[in-house]
């Protein structure tokens, strides 16, 4: 008897249409369609993304069997973000699962978002061993999590307000640029002086982290700015963003480093659609070998949004018998 499980896996709670096909722990194909409809409006609008999801459902699905060249009869079961993000969005894919899995008989696997992020580490080698530390940074999100196992894990801190992706985004959008602005302003910091302006580092405690005061310094800075000289932004635009990208970063290290220091953990690593940004890649690296840990940077496109993570997760939760019913359902926000 064959006893590999392949494993559709969804991933629709935001702006990216994404299906993976998975044999056991390794990846066939990840399929992503990137919703460019929310570009003009300067950030995601919900229902947009609902509708986008429910026509890109079908054929994201389609071609990822097809780059798999798994059969729809060889699937052993079905995985999909049931939680946290937009709840219109999470309805098409929990939907879309749920009929898959009920009209195939199949088990039907419902994944954490912001633990499959983390989780995306163990697609690929080399992949951490236990315990590991992990800083997850994403549009929504912001989060310190100690990880056992697979699925022992436990949020040491977060944001109490924006999320790190949140803070590049809303940085980007006060300087003009479209959304989502966090690449582009790696883009332009690669070519600007990180130490050309200052903006306040928070200081929460604990682990916890806050990035409104950041944006809101940055607001009134370029009010004040843009009174002297109206062209302030454009003739100073990748200083500004080196500037902030390495506020940003120097926020998000600090509580990095205050985590694995007082842990003793040397196993660490970033995650999430921020974990993408050169500049956090590299000064992770940096401190990584100043402190002798061994660093895990997941690949680009297992950073941002992907179904490939959502389906690594619904291996291990399938490996751990835990399966769900037809009746659950999804949840904007949710606790580990
Ligand atoms: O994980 P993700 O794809 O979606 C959520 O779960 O939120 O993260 C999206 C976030 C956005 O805020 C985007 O601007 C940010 O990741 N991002 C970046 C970079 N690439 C994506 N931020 C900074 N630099 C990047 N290169
Ligand atoms: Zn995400």
Not at 67 to 91: D, M, Y
Not at 258 to 283: D, F, P, Q, W, Y
Request: net charge neutral; with cysteine; charged share 20%.
């Amino acid at each position: 008897m064959n006893s590999d499980l392949y494993l559709l896996s969804l991933e629709s709670s935001c702006d990216e249409t994404s299906a993976a096909v998975l044999k056991n722990d390794q990846v066939l194909s990840n399929v992503i369609a990137t919703q460019k409809v929310h570009e003009q409006f300067g950030g995601v609008v919900p229902e947009m993304a609902s509708r986008a999801h429910i026509q890109n459902i079908v054929p994201v699905v389609d071609v990822a069997l097809k780059n798999a060249q798994v059969e729809k009869q060889q699937l052993g079961a079905v995985a999909f973000t049931q939680a946290p993000g937009l709840l219109g969005s999470l309805l098409v894919g929990a939907g879309f699962a749920k009929s898959f899995a009920q009209a195939r008989n199949l088990p039907l696997i419902a994944v954490h978002h912001m633990q499959a992020h983390v989780l995306a580490h163990y697609i690929e080698y080399p992949k951490p061993t236990f315990p590991f530390l992990c800083l997850t940074v994403s549009g929504g999100h912001t989060q310190i999590v100690l990880c056992k196992s697979h699925l022992d894990m436990t949020v040491l801190g977060e944001t109490i307000d924006d999320a790190a992706g949140e803070a590049f985004d809303k940085s980007a959008k006060m300087l003009g640029l479209p959304y989502p602005g966090g690449p582009l302003i790696d883009k332009y910091a690669k070519d600007g002086d990180p130490l050309r302006f200052s903006f306040p580092i928070t200081d929460m405690v604990n682990y916890d982290f806050s990035f409104s005061g950041i944006k809101t310094a940055i607001l009134y800075f370029l009010q004040k700015e843009k009174k002297q000289n109206p062209h302030f932004v454009e003739q100073n635009l990748n200083d500004i963003c080196a500037s902030v990208q390495s506020t940003i970063i120097k926020t998000l290290l600090k509580k990095l480093e205050l985590a694995a220091t007082t842990l003793g953990i040397k196993n660490v690593g970033i995650a999430g659609g921020v974990s993408a940004n050169s500049e956090l890649r590299k000064a992770l690296e940096e401190l990584g070998s100043k402190k002798g840990w061994q660093i895990f940077i997941p690949k680009f496109e297992y950073c941002t949004d992907n179904a490939a993570m959502i389906g690594i997760a619904g291996y291990y939760k399938f490996l751990a018998g835990q399966t769900c019913g037809l009746d659950i359902s999804p949840s904007a926000r949710a606790s580990w």
